[in-house]
């Protein structure tokens, strides 16, 4: 074991040190082009503050790659439906934000249900879509929809040593399109990349412990306590946003996440009772070390059912400063509940677990402040 603690430490300060090291400079991020990369469309996310990056959910392919493995440790598909935020709705009352995605992954313990070796391995899949799509404008060969968008592919892997610690790498390529005006001149194409990493320490499970119930031999008490750090390089490319012919080019929005959070929650068995998750991130911009943005948020969760969630967020680069709340539903909590319960159970062990990981969840979120104000967000996800 304590070498293992040593292995582990080692690792987290190998992370760091990459991660301090990935410097960048020189421009100016207010010519940056297609900012609506920066744009979380994440309700869950948005309900915090704009916390994503150590969020490991349906959702995690598009903002965190390394998340994606994670999320695939237990689940084999996932789905989030399209949905459509009206952005920015005290400016403009036609312009809305769409994203969508899919994944697949596989881990070795979903392949072998009974065994519970010392290491587990992981790896998924994802394509997710993201879109900003503006009000019709009228030009000289008719109307016209100004629009960006950018078709997103994630691979990621993932390595975890049991009651130690969880890590995910990924990699996304972006397929970005942006049309400003009707013919070629007012369109432009190209592709970038982002890179994700996360780190996972399930302390409580260092020290197994079980607080049996009075005059009960089946039912106990235990606890969860997760640290989590993350970081993500996103937009990356060798090549500057041109539009048409021009050569008069502006750079994507590159930017550096980084960011931790805190999970803490009492379990009955092994269904959540009441969770905590704090989270705190920034991001920059890599033109300019003086253009930070600052994100914190707090998840209540009950039943592991119902959510409620609360943060506060400065935006530099866009001027904003805003309060958010969000509420959550999750079918897995009352699955899982039912299974502690002796409710129910599968003779096929995959299909049992399956079944148990099996979730449907309903997110909202909501933006107040400035030009955010009243931007409500909204999403329906299945995975299983």
């Not at 084999?76 to 403009?92: C, D, I, K």
């Not at 920059?284 to 943060?311: A, C, M, Q």
């Given at each position: ?44 996310a948005n309900g915090m503050g704009g916390c994503i990056i150590n969020l490991v959910d349906e959702q995690a392919a598009l903002y965190n790659p390394g998340a994606l493995a994670l999320f695939h ?20 009352d036609d312009t809305k934000l769409r994203s969508w995605g899919v994944s697949a992954g596989i881990s070795r313990s979903n392949l072998r249900p009974d065994d519970t070796p010392f290491y587990n ?122 539009y048409g012919t021009s050569t008069d080019c502006d750079p994507l929005p590159k930017t550096i996440r980084r960011g931790g959070s805190v999970y803490f929650g009492i379990n009955v068995n092994n ?114």
């Open positions: 074991m304590v070498v293992m603690c040593k292995i582990t430490i080692t690792l987290l300060i190998g992370l760091t040190v990459v991660i301090l090291s990935f410097n960048h400079s020189q421009a100016d991020i207010t010519d940056a082009a297609v900012t609506f990369l920066k744009i979380s469309n994440s309700p869950r440790r237990d689940k084999f598909v996932s789905v989030n439906f399209p949905n459509n935020t009206g952005w920015l709705p005290e400016l403009s391995a992981f790896m998924a899949v994802a394509f997710s879509s993201l879109k900003l799509k503006q009000g019709e404008l009228v030009g000289i060969s008719g109307s016209y929809y100004p629009e960006d968008e950018a078709d997103v592919f994630t691979a990621a892997l993932g390595f975890e040593l049991r009651n130690i610690i969880r890590l995910g790498f990924g990699f996304s390529h972006k397929a970005i399109k942006s049309r400003l005006a009707e013919g070629l001149a007012g369109k432009a194409e190209l592709t970038a990349r982002d890179y994700g990493l996360i780190a996972q320490m399930p302390l409580s499970d260092l020290v197994p412990h079980k607080i049996y119930l009075e005059n009960s031999d089946d039912y106990y008490i235990n606890f969860k306590l997760i640290p989590s750090f993350a970081c993500v390089w996103a937009n990356y490319s060798d090549k500057d946003v041109c269904s959540s009772l009441f969770s905590v998750l704090l989270a705190g991130e920034t991001d920059k911009s890599i033109f300019d070390d003086d253009v930070k943005n600052y994100h914190n948020g707090i998840e209540f969760g009950l039943f592991e059912t119902f959510y409620y969630r609360s943060g506060h967020g400065i935006d530099r680069f866009g001027g904003m400063e805003f309060d958010s709340y969000g509420l959550g539903f999750s079918l897995h909590g009352v699955i899982s509940w039912l299974n502690t319960l002796n409710k129910l159970k599968m003779e096929n062990e995959i299909l049992n677990k399956i079944f148990n990981n099996m979730n449907l969840t309903y997110n909202f979120a909501r933006y107040d402040g400035g030009a955010l104000t009243n931007t409500n967000f909204f999403k329906l996800s299945l995975s299983f």
